[in-house]
């Protein structure tokens, strides 16, 4: 198959503290996972990508962890602020095909 | 460099009719994927252009189809519209040459109201 599942769908959290989105994937083929930040009424951009080689990445705030062998990668924004409050989506490509396959999307909230 | 341009940006259509969206991808972008957005069902991948081929296609009926021209720009179409196919349309470029490993940049989308 090729799923993502993201999980949770929606979360809100106290501007300053941490805010953790994980995903799945089903194809063990899978080799590149980007994560997009879209805003109200505007287009996704890419905030932070990983590829299956590399176990950890990070921007400033903004980190992503991936584990293969269980199939699934996490968004990590630390001292969240205002600015972050967004949708935000994973997604996986596949080896080999050209499609990227994206999750279902959480509604992140800032509360100040 | 100038982005990923769709249009026209709104659109408004009556069940039946028949609809052709358009995409200019960035300058030097080969890949084009298209994507429906809807608020329940997230980002859905209809189909994925590159060098004026199809490579790949989502789980959408047979009125949904694209084309690519060999200047990259790409056009999807929909026919017999229906009510359901209401939705921000969204093209993405890209410059990942056999696999689509590098960024994707995404237009402003199209959003389609049928009624």
């Known amino acids: 198959g090729e799923n993502v599942e993201q999980h949770p769908s929606t979360l809100s959290v106290q501007e300053g503290d941490s805010a953790v989105i994980k995903c799945t994937y089903s194809?063990?083929?899978?080799?590149?996972f980007p994560w997009y930040k879209q805003e109200l009424g505007k287009r996704p951009q890419l905030i932070i990508d990983?590829?299956?080689?590399?176990g950890e990445k990070k921007d400033q705030r903004i980190a992503v962890t991936l584990n293969k062998t269980a199939k699934h990668f996490s968004l990590h924004i630390t001292e969240t602020q205002p600015e972050d409050s967004a949708v935000y989506f994973c997604a996986a490509t596949l080896r080999g095909a050209q499609k990227l396959v994206f999750g279902q999307g959480t509604r992140l909230t800032i509360n100040p | 460099k100038a982005g990923v341009t769709q249009t026209p940006r709104y659109l408004i259509k009556t069940r039946g009719q028949q609809v052709t969206l358009s995409c200019s991808p960035i300058?030097?972008?080969?890949?084009v994927s298209w994507y429906q957005q809807t608020p329940g069902q997230g980002l859905q991948f209809l189909f994925e252009y590159f060098s004026e081929t199809q490579r790949n296609k989502g789980n959408f009926p047979g009125r949904f189809s694209g084309r690519q021209f060999s200047n990259s720009r790409s056009e999807m179409n929909v026919s017999t519209l229906e009510l359901g196919d209401s939705a921000l349309y969204l093209c993405?470029?890209?410059?990942?040459?056999?696999?689509?490993?590098?960024?994707?940049?995404f237009g402003q989308g199209t959003r389609l109201t049928v009624v």
């Open positions: 993405a470029s890209s410059d990942g040459g056999g696999q689509l490993n590098t960024e994707a940049f």
């Open positions: 300058s030097g972008h080969r890949s």
């Open positions: 990983i590829r299956s080689n590399v």
């Open positions: 194809d063990s083929a899978s080799n590149y």
